[in-house]
């Protein structure tokens, strides 16, 4: 709780998100009665919930100076990859779900070692490895494997995730309250969070200061992929099946959570505290679509101009500091 509120009060920006969100809620649900019901409220909780966890990784990465554009895939092939091996039985997901974890991860480590070790500019790997797996899985579907309801659907344990309550609040709220806690105590008061935020700033000078940092940037990229694996298999949960191009909404709408919180999409500063508020912001507007008759397409420009606005905005402060 101490890291939490030393964060807000050094961050006016995640304050100030924090009551953009509030506001929205409540100027919408004084035109839209029906937006501030406890069940619609619940309901954009969970729609957060999943932004928030699949933005959780993409803020380290951030953090530290990256990018990852291969989250759209790496959650999706996540979520086919759980209900395939699962076929919808509890039992098989005691060694299920580690798999899967362990098979998102590995892809985390092959993005960091190539980036960390073969200098490859983190939006080329990262987009070039979430095309070859959507190449892989299409290629999987379009061979004959039926991936819906009658093959591999989700497990009940995973179905219920954001269907039933526990303390009156679904399970995947706590989960992900539980990772808010561990994230933000991690990066606020361990060493491997001022390594991370090192390394953002400056990995020259990291390095000089003892700073493993290129074990560093591979482990921001394993962090990032497990979070995108947990979010598809909550996501398969939340839908009832997998389906191919589940994840695509996220690979902007992750960046633009991280941004919205106030942090530098060059690196080297921000927190998880403002993703979340970014990641409520999102799915406030996100809402907001079908209340004002826009096309969801509107939602992709939303997150471009957010992206765009926010490297202008850092580039301009990184000029300034150079002087």
């Known amino acids: ?17 924090y009551l953009l969100a509030f506001l929205m809620v409540v100027a919408v649900s004084i035109l839209r009665p029906g937006f501030g019901s406890p069940t619609h409220l619940r309901s954009l909780l ?27 895939w790496v959650l999706n092939s996540t979520a086919v ?30 993005n960091g070692l190539a980036i960390a070790y073969l200098q490859i500019t983190p939006v080329i790997m990262t987009l070039a490895v979430n095309g070859i797996l959507l190449g892989v899985m299409a290629g999987v579907a379009s ?57 953002g700033n400056n990995n020259v000078a990291a390095t000089y200061a003892g700073v493993n940092v290129k074990v560093m940037q591979v482990l921001t990229y394993i962090i990032s992929a497990t979070m995108s694996g947990v979010a598809g298999i909550i996501l398969a949960g939340k839908f009832g099946r997998a389906y191919l191009g589940m994840g695509d909404p996220f690979q902007f709408g992750s960046v633009a959570a991280v941004v919205v919180g106030g942090a530098s999409i060059l690196g080297g500063s ?14 406030v507007l996100t809402a907001l679509l079908p209340i004002f008759k826009l096309p969801a397409a509107a939602q992709n420009i939303v997150y471009g101009l957010v992206v765009l606005g926010t490297v202008y905005l850092a580039g301009l402060s990184r000029a300034k500091e150079s002087y």
Do not use: H, K
Not at 155 to 174: K, T
Not at 274 to 280: H, P, Q, R
């Open 1 to 17: 709780m101490t890291a939490v509120l030393n964060i807000v009060r050094r961050n006016p920006t995640v304050i100030m998100a």
């Open 46 to 72: 969970i729609e957060a919930a999943v932004i928030g966890i699949v933005a959780l990784g993409q803020t380290v990465v951030i953090i530290s100076g990256g990018i990852d554009l291969s989250i759209p």
């Open 81 to 110: 990859l759980m209900t395939v091996l699962t076929l919808g039985q509890n039992e098989r997901m005691i060694w299920a779900i580690p798999v899967v974890l362990l098979a998102a991860a590995t892809v985390g480590a092959i």
């Open 143 to 199: 061979g004959g494997l039926n991936i819906g309801y009658e093959r591999g659907a989700p497990p009940p344990i995973i179905l219920g995730l954001a269907r039933n309550p526990i303390l009156g609040l679904p399970a995947v709220i706590w989960i992900w309250l539980s990772l808010i806690a561990a994230i933000t105590i991690g990066l606020a008061r361990s060493g491997w969070g001022r390594y991370t935020y090192a390394i």
């Open 270 to 283: 921000g927190n998880y505290i403002g993703t979340v508020a970014g990641a409520l912001i999102l799915t």
